[in-house]
Nanobody, 127 residues
Framework: QLQLVESGGGSVQSGGSLRLSCTGS????????IGWFRQAPGKEREGVSYISASGEGTNYADSVKGRFTISRDNAKNRVYLQMNSLKPEDTGVYYCAAYYDGVVPGTGLGVKEYDYWGRGTQVTVSS
């Protein structure tokens, strides 16, 4: 069974940085478009960023543009989310998700666009 595993979460102060990592357990991410999502307590899961299988296509939520950068290293079977200038409102559980095809049919920021999900990693930003 396909499993995605997130890592890199933690607690930082406002203005700090974290780098999240997503890898496939038992399978290669080469042919999968990957999305990052987050969910704060009491809120719906929201799309943060997306990257196509080739890495040529990316998309970001307006709330993170200019602060977050998504990238992938297929040789290492990893997708990264570099998060800079973190704010308290970035707090939540961050999930990576995979879609089996090079490019998702939509924006890449919709929950329903993805087939497989990880269990998430907690990010806490204090003011």
């Amino acid at each position: 069974q396909l499993q995605l595993v997130e890592s890199g979460g933690g607690s930082v102060q406002s203005g700090g940085s974290l780098r999240l990592s997503c890898t496939g357990s038992g399978f290669t991410l080469d042919y999968y478009a990957i999305g990052w999502f987050r969910q704060a307590p009491g809120k719906e899961r929201e799309g943060v960023s997306y990257i196509s299988a080739s890495g040529e296509g990316t998309n970001y939520a307006d709330s993170v543009k200019g602060r977050f950068t998504i990238s992938r290293d297929n040789a290492k079977n990893r997708v990264y989310l570099q998060m800079n200038s973190l704010k308290p409102e970035d707090t939540g559980v961050y999930y990576c998700a995979a879609y089996y095809d090079g490019v998702v049919p939509g924006t890449g920021l919709g929950v329903k666009e993805y087939d497989y999900w990880g269990r998430g990693t907690q990010v806490t930003v204090s003011s």
